[in-house]
């Protein structure tokens, strides 16, 4: 018996009750593990469940299902004939594992936009990444993709819309960039921020503040200055209705500027891009960040979302008035870095190009681009 990560992520999306029996070892279940708000877990590494099951018993419930996760799907089938062996009939296994739900992606719609557009958001449960497809007039553009393109190009094809534009808000270092490859499958223009070029091997169409691209001929969308995350991070207004801000304001939280080694360097950047240039925005821009933190951001429609006004009335980390505070608060307060951020760094420049298990080794973790 097997469930998938799609059926897992929609079961939380959906508020359902789900049980994970996590069979990692007690370091990777801490660092990293399938979490929502009425998901209940508990970690059995599984040689201690085969030697110690009287032990731990217990603590699985009898009238719900166990769905049993591992690393890559393998051990938790064995798993699993082991606890139906032993009665527990309701166990079944998360197929791929850990890997799987690190890179499956939930579609929901955002909102309406000009002229009969839509704006969808492409949640990627398991890594916290958010991505964005902009659809008018049978056009679409596609904002800050994730390495799994196909997601993307089947979502455009069930729309019938063709993939004509693809956006990304800056160099991304906790995980690999599907903007080239998107753009190169799907015959698109690849927008990039010329001053986030540090060497990058690829070419692209230079985003600088101010640009505008109208997709389908109708909905706009307009890049907007915003460094601090990295030095040439760049948000994107879309229909003057949502604020794409990237890595620079989530819902909760703020940007980490250190991802370059330039933390002292940029924090400035970073205080300016927030205490600055975004109020000079409308407090009725939906922001719409490229990472979430906690499950708990989810709203109840499944999206990840809320106003400039209710984001600055809420998040503390905008509301410290003394600049000093500010950049003591920042760097004093850093997670530690992504799992091989330099090496993703440099796949994303495009001076690095490893093999598909590579870079899916390379993703594996939780995303840490908040302070």
């Given at each position: 018996m097997s469930i998938t990560v799609k059926e897992v992520a929609q079961?939380?999306?959906?508020?359902?009750?789900?049980?994970?029996?996590?069979?990692?070892?007690?370091?990777?279940?801490?660092?990293?593990?399938?979490?929502?708000?009425?998901?209940?877990?508990?970690?059995?590494?599984?040689?201690?469940?085969?030697?110690?099951?009287?032990?731990?018993?217990?603590?699985?419930?009898?009238?719900?299902?166990?769905?049993?996760?591992?690393?890559?799907?393998?051990?938790?089938?064995?798993?699993?004939?082991?606890?139906?062996?032993?009665?527990?009939?309701?166990?079944?296994?998360?197929?791929?594992?850990?890997?799987?739900?690190?890179?499956?992606?939930?579609?929901?719609?955002?909102?309406?936009?000009?002229?009969?557009?839509?704006?969808?958001?492409?949640?990627?449960?398991?890594?916290?990444?958010?991505?964005?497809?902009?659809?008018?007039?049978?056009?679409?553009a596609v904002i800050d993709p994730v390495r799994m393109t196909d997601t993307f190009k089947s979502f455009a094809d069930e729309k019938k819309v063709s993939i004509q534009y693809v956006f990304d808000t800056h160099l991304h270092a906790d995980h690999i960039s599907g903007g080239r490859t998107l753009a190169s499958e799907a015959g698109a223009d690849y927008y990039f921020p010329s001053k986030e070029d540090e060497g990058v091997s690829f070419?692209?169409?230079?985003?600088?503040?101010?640009?505008?691209?109208?997709?389908?001929?109708?909905?706009?969308?307009?890049?907007?200055?915003?460094?601090?995350?990295?030095?040439?991070?760049?948000?994107?207004?879309?229909?003057?209705?949502?604020?794409?801000?990237?890595?620079i304001l989530f819902i909760e939280s703020i940007g980490r500027p250190d991802l370059a080694g330039k933390a002292d360097a940029w924090v400035s950047d970073l205080r300016d891009t927030l205490y600055e240039r975004y109020k000079k925005l409308a407090d009725d821009l939906v922001v719409l960040p490229a990472h979430f933190g906690e499950m708990k951001e989810i709203n109840d429609d499944g999206t990840v979302k809320d106003t400039i006004k209710n984001i600055y009335e809420k998040n503390d980390r905008l509301q410290v008035d003394s600049e000093e505070e500010f950049k003591s608060l920042v760097t004093d307060n850093l997670p530690p870095q992504p799992n091989s951020h330099e090496e993703i760094r440099k796949t994303n420049m495009g001076q690095k190009n490893p093999e598909e298990v590579e870079r899916r080794e390379m993703e594996v973790g939780p995303n840490r681009c908040a302070v």
């Open positions: 079961k939380i999306l959906n508020h359902e009750d789900v049980f994970i029996l996590d069979i990692r070892k007690e370091e990777d279940f801490s660092d990293w593990a399938i979490n929502g708000k009425n998901v209940s877990s508990v970690n059995v590494p599984f040689k201690k469940l085969e030697q110690d099951f009287d032990e731990v018993k217990d603590q699985f419930p009898a009238d719900q299902p166990v769905y049993v996760v591992c690393a890559k799907g393998i051990s938790s089938q064995k798993a699993v004939d082991f606890l139906h062996e032993k009665g527990l009939t309701e166990a079944t296994y998360v197929e791929g594992g850990m890997t799987a739900w690190s890179e499956h992606l939930e579609p929901v719609k955002v909102g309406n936009l000009s002229d009969g557009g839509e704006l969808y958001q492409f949640i990627r449960i398991g890594k916290g990444c958010l991505s964005y497809m902009v659809i008018a007039n049978g056009e679409a070419e692209y169409k230079d985003v600088q503040d101010g640009t505008t691209v109208k997709v389908g001929n109708s909905v706009e969308i307009s890049a907007f200055y915003s460094p601090g995350h990295t030095i040439g991070s760049t948000s994107y207004i879309v229909d003057e209705q949502y604020l794409l801000t990237g890595d």
